[in-house]
Nanobody
Framework: QVQLVESGGGLVQPGGSLRLSCAGS??????????IGWFRQARGKEREGVAC????????HYADSAKGRFTISRDNAKNTVYLQIDNLQPEDTAVYYC???????????????????WGQGTQVTVSS
């Protein structure tokens, strides 16, 4: 059974940082040349792609809104992908989800209407 489990969310003050984790189990995403991405959905808004990474070679792709403050990375030995968010702002408040698509190039991931595997999400709240 494939599972993606996010963690690391919480309440943080503006200007703070968080590192979110997405741990995968039930499949070997490196062998499957997967694209693993982070998405977020704020209340009342549509879900949007934030950043994605290629499991086999580590190439990354960021949404324009995420460039500069967001860093995606991976540890294939742990089947885990991270999202470092710095200088958090109230507009970053959202539920953050990770998704994985086997045999997918990262250039296409944000163009896809759906994804193979999803996590349950982790809440990030930025407030003073």
């Amino acid at each position: 059974q494939v599972q993606l489990v996010e963690s690391g969310g919480g309440l943080v003050q503006p200007g703070g940082s968080l590192r979110l984790s997405c741990a995968g189990s039930g499949f070997d995403w490196e062998m499957d040349y997967s694209a693993i991405g982070w998405f977020r959905q704020a209340r009342g808004k549509e879900r949007e792609g934030v950043a994605c990474i290629s499991s086999n070679d580590g190439r990354t792709h960021y949404a324009d809104s995420a460039k500069g403050r967001f860093t995606i990375s991976r540890d294939n030995a742990k089947n885990t992908v991270y999202l470092q968010i710095d200088n958090l702002q109230p507009e970053d408040t959202a539920v953050y989800y990770c998704a994985a698509d086997p045999f997918m190039d990262i250039a296409r991931m944000f163009l896809m209407p759906s994804h193979k595997y999803w996590g349950q999400g982790t809440q990030v709240t930025v407030s003073s």
